[in-house]
């Protein structure tokens, strides 16, 4: 992708855990940001020549042989650096300073106090300030050249600086909320040393992309797998307005979608729709239901609807022949996580966004790669798709397959569309806020209960919702109880087969989020 913007900051990733935020805060202050590997090149960083150089946290003791490192020439380069956490620990070790285990790990929220409060770096902030301190190693003395700005009891060299060749460091971590005046010392050190101008919108990214798109892609012809989850439907929209007719979506409609999922779909991406592309709808659900009978193990049920959907997708593509690019929704937070590839698999991750090379084509266009979601929901309210799809929660590749405990049947799917559709509703219209995710599955549970004067022996549907910032761990939402009842009481009237309602208050760890 061509890169958006002339005036960037770049961040090395040392393999923290909140790398992504940083980027994410910068853009916040309008300037354009990008993460690479810490082991990108002096030659490549020259080349992008960005107007500043963050260093991230990383989980390792710099003085190890094995640990992530960079050149000592990087800061020498003329660009301000910032370093965090072990990013300002390198800093230290690489220009002679000395770190060391600290006495007591500091973690958790931390009272710094700033002794020069005429830094740049500190400009605006109190005097006393409260940081979040993540460490167990801690620059014990500030190499030559640099001044101590900021300590607290156990840390002498909370952050340290040499104005002179503009290279910063600070122990906690600014771009986290816990630290409560992080974001005005990022901006600090975007705009007051680094001399940013903040010219970068959304709305920027989004007709670079376009114009970016338009010129690598020609006359050529594209292909896109569309889920109508944000990320494909913002890849797809930007591509429609790069190239028009040239680019075809395939939307496999497994019969596993939420309630009415399909045609909110179609109703944006058809022929009726505001967007001048190739939209092929399969109604699939047959083949699905089959392949899926009988099936009870979730990761089975994940591998068949998984392959029944590349082969689905290969049949149509097959029809449209040869195309030159292949879309994909990928973003930012997908790049990082095939990359580490060394974690246990809890599950095997299907996602219509991301295909094989299976289908004839030439390259991948994936022109959403350097975003956060709430970013990309941003892109997509800048091109004008529709709230409901651009603020749609996550939702999995296999989809309700995997909210069915058990096999999956027609019945239980219109089981859990409609029980899910009423749990939705409630909770959205309650106003709750802060949820990262909620749905109703269903259990293989049936129970015996009474209704009228009748016995019935039927199943329990499991509400949950999560709150949770990375979806790597989440907690279950203390949902207000008048909406949890009303929900129960809804679901139970209107949704035929169901006479129990259970709320799920499991948190991930033990769990996952997904209910399957
Ligand atoms: P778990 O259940 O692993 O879910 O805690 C974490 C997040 O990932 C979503 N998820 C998926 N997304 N394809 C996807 O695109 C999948 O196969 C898949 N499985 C889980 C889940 O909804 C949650 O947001």
Redesign the pocket.
């Known amino acids: 992708m061509n890169r958006p913007a002339k005036e960037m900051i770049l961040v090395l990733d040392f393999g923290g855990q909140y790398n992504q935020l940083i980027a994410r805060r910068v853009r916040e202050e309008h300037v354009y940001c990008e993460v690479h590997p810490h082991t990108l090149s002096l030659e490549k960083i020259r080349e992008m020549a960005p107007k500043g150089i963050i260093l991230t946290g990383g989980p390792n003791s710099v003085y190890k042989s094995e640990s992530a490192t960079c050149s000592p020439e990087l800061f020498k380069l003329g660009i301000p650096v910032l370093g965090i956490c072990y990013g300002s620990q390198l800093m230290a070790h690489l220009l002679g300073g000395k770190v060391d285990t600290a006495p007591t790990s500091e973690y958790g929220k931390t009272e710094v106090q700033v002794d020069k409060s005429a830094s740049k770096l500190f400009h605006e902030v109190e005097g006393t300030t409260v940081c979040w301190m993540s460490h167990t190693d801690y620059i014990a003395a500030a190499p030559a050249g640099f001044e101590v700005t900021a300590h607290t009891p156990v840390c002498p060299v909370a952050a340290m600086e040499n104005e002179a060749e503009k290279l910063y460091a600070v122990q906690f971590h600014p771009e986290v909320m816990h630290t409560v005046q992080g974001k005005v010392m990022l901006k600090n050190f975007v705009y007051e040393v680094c001399g940013c101008s903040g010219s970068w919108q959304m709305g920027s990214f989004v007709q670079e992309t376009i114009a970016g798109l338009k010129e690598k892609i020609g006359a050529g012809r594209a292909l896109c797998a569309l889920s109508g989850?944000v990320d494909s439907s913002v890849a797809a929209v930007l591509m429609s307005k790069a190239i028009g007719k040239q680019l075809t979506c395939v939307f496999v409609d497994h019969g596993l979608l939420r309630k009415d999922e399909g045609d909110q779909v179609e109703a944006v991406f058809g022929p009726n729709g505001p967007y001048d592309v190739n939209f092929i709808r399969v109604n699939a659900r047959d083949r699905f239901y089959a392949r899926l009978k009988g099936v009870t193990e979730p990761e089975e049920k994940?591998k068949i609807i998984g392959e029944e959907f590349i082969r689905v997708f290969e049949e149509e593509a097959k029809k449209i022949g040869t195309v030159d690019f292949l879309v994909q929704g990928t973003i930012y937070p997908d790049v990082i996580e095939s990359g580490l590839g060394n974690s246990a698999t809890?599950?095997?991750?299907?996602?219509?966004?991301g295909l094989p090379d299976y289908v004839d084509f030439k390259e991948i266009v994936e022109p959403l790669r350097l975003l956060f979601k709430d970013e990309v929901r941003t892109a997509g309210r800048e091109l004008g798709i529709p709230e409901y799809l651009v603020s749609r929660?996550?939702?999995?590749?296999?989809g309700l397959g995997?909210r069915i405990i058990g096999d999956v049947t027609e019945e239980k799917v219109k089981i859990v569309q409609e029980a899910d559709a009423i749990y939705r509703e409630e909770v959205d219209k309650a106003g709750v806020k802060g949820l990262?995710?909620y749905f109703a599955a269903l259990t293989n549970m049936r129970s015996v209960g009474v209704m009228g004067d009748g016995r019935t022996y039927d199943y329990a549907i499991a509400l949950r919702a999560v709150m949770t910032s990375d979806?790597?761990t989440?907690e279950s939402a203390q949902l207000p109880w008048e909406v949890l009842q009303k929900v129960t009481s809804r679901i139970v009237n209107e949704v035929k087969g169901v006479n129990r309602v259970l709320y799920d208050c499991t948190g991930?760890p033990p769990a996952?989020?997904?209910f399957?």
């Open positions: 989850g994940r809890i599950k095997s991750h299907h996602n219509v966004g929660q996550p939702f999995p590749g296999p995997i990262g995710q979806f790597m989440a991930k996952t989020i997904e399957e």
